[in-house]
């Protein structure tokens, strides 16, 4: 037990030195901060064997920018999600409220051969690293009435956009999909409360290793640019099912979000680039 926590806190390190590198970009980085909302279904059977749905509101932001390399052709994305819902089962009987915090990493390759210098299709690939941290309150349980959710990831991304022009308005569509490969979550078995865990010391079965076989989860983004002048508005649709089931326990959270958002272009010179000259992607 004592390896598996060593190995959660080597994993939980690791994500948090990547996450907190900063973007360095030498020229062009593009900011988006968006506010929305949507619709969550849930079901942990910690808390109740009963799928919960209702509403939610979610704010996005995120920093995109290149990275100083001699080729031109490595980006870096730090994305930060959050989740707050209010939902419901079906027999009107219960009430949780959720919330979820999302913070992820990526270095990202553009690749050559489908995305040439200037062209209008861009196609990134990259690894991933996921912080995810939030939790669960059912209002009608007396016992264990909450749930604590954590979880690292290590994963991988794909982003591919395209630029064109309408009605001589510059426009652009962006989808990306990140896929979770191999990490840890904090589960407690069923009937396993907080107080035994933390205070009295049973912490057998409370923290698990992750992989597509148990943890099969999709996040997808789908957002549409459309630049106005001296400013540029985005439209996003967010779609994350991140789901487990570790032990006797299972967990699954869909989201899906309608998202609206502003985008700033920063470009950094300095005095002895020679890039000077260089036009944004």
């Given at each position: 037990?004592?390896?598996?926590y060593?190995?959660?806190?080597?994993?939980?390190?690791?994500?948090?030195?990547?996450?907190?590198?900063?973007?360095?970009?030498d020229?062009?980085?593009?900011?988006?901060?968006?506010?929305?909302?949507?619709?969550?279904?849930?079901?942990?059977?910690?808390?109740?064997?009963?799928?919960?749905?209702?509403?939610?509101?979610?704010?996005?932001?995120?920093r995109?920018?290149?990275?100083?390399?001699?080729?031109?052709?490595?980006?870096?994305?730090?994305l930060?999600?959050?989740?707050?819902?209010?939902?419901?089962?079906?027999?009107?009987?219960?009430?949780?409220?959720?919330?979820?915090?999302?913070?992820?990493?990526?270095?990202?390759?553009?690749?050559?051969?489908?995305?040439?210098?200037?062209?209008?299709?861009?196609?990134?690939?990259?690894?991933?690293?996921?912080?995810?941290?939030?939790?669960?309150?059912?209002?009608?349980?007396?016992?264990?009435?909450?749930?604590?959710?954590?979880?690292?990831?290590?994963?991988?991304?794909?982003?591919?956009?395209?630029?064109?022009?309408?009605?001589?308005?510059?426009?652009?569509?962006r989808?990306?999909?990140?896929?979770?490969?191999?990490?840890?979550a904090?589960?407690?078995?069923?009937?396993?409360?907080?107080?035994?865990?933390?205070?009295?010391?049973?912490?057998?079965?409370?923290?698990?290793?992750?992989?597509?076989?148990?943890?099969?989860?999709?996040?997808?983004?789908?957002?549409?640019?459309?630049?106005?002048?001296?400013?540029?508005?985005?439209?996003?649709?967010?779609?994350?099912?991140?789901?487990?089931?570790?032990?006797?326990?299972?967990?699954?959270?869909?989201?899906?979000?309608?998202?609206?958002?502003?985008?700033?272009?920063?470009y950094?010179v300095?005095?002895?680039?020679?890039?000077?000259?260089?036009?944004?992607?």
């Open positions: 037990m004592k390896t598996r060593l190995s959660s806190i080597i994993m939980l390190c690791f994500v948090t030195i990547l996450s907190g590198q900063p973007l360095r970009s020229r062009f980085e593009e900011r988006t901060f968006s506010l929305g909302g949507g619709y969550t279904s849930l079901l942990d059977t910690y808390l109740s064997p009963l799928r919960y749905g209702g509403g939610q509101v979610s704010l996005q932001s995120e995109f920018g290149q990275l100083t390399c001699e080729n031109g052709r490595w980006f870096a994305q730090s930060f999600t959050l989740h707050a819902d209010y939902t419901t089962p079906r027999t009107g009987s219960g009430l949780t409220i959720g919330g979820m915090a999302d913070y992820s990493y990526t270095y990202y390759y553009e690749a050559p051969l489908l995305s040439p210098q200037g062209g209008k299709f861009r196609l990134f690939i990259g690894p991933q690293g996921q912080l995810r941290i939030g939790g669960i309150y059912n209002l009608r349980n007396s016992n264990n009435p909450a749930q604590l959710k954590l979880g690292v990831n290590l994963a991988a991304s794909a982003m591919g956009k395209y630029a064109f022009t309408l009605w001589g308005t510059p426009m652009s569509v989808l990306q999909a990140d896929v979770p490969l191999f990490g840890f904090f589960a407690p078995d069923y009937g396993q409360s907080y107080y035994e865990i933390f205070y009295l010391g049973h912490e057998e079965n409370c923290v698990h290793v992750t992989a597509p076989h148990n943890n099969l989860s999709l996040r997808t983004g789908l957002s549409y640019d459309v630049q106005f002048r001296s400013c540029t508005m985005r439209l996003s649709m967010l779609s994350d099912l991140y789901q487990w089931q570790l032990g006797n326990q299972q967990y699954r959270m869909f989201v899906h979000s309608v998202m609206l958002g502003y985008v700033s272009n920063l950094h300095w005095r002895d680039d020679e890039a000077r000259q260089y036009i944004p992607y």
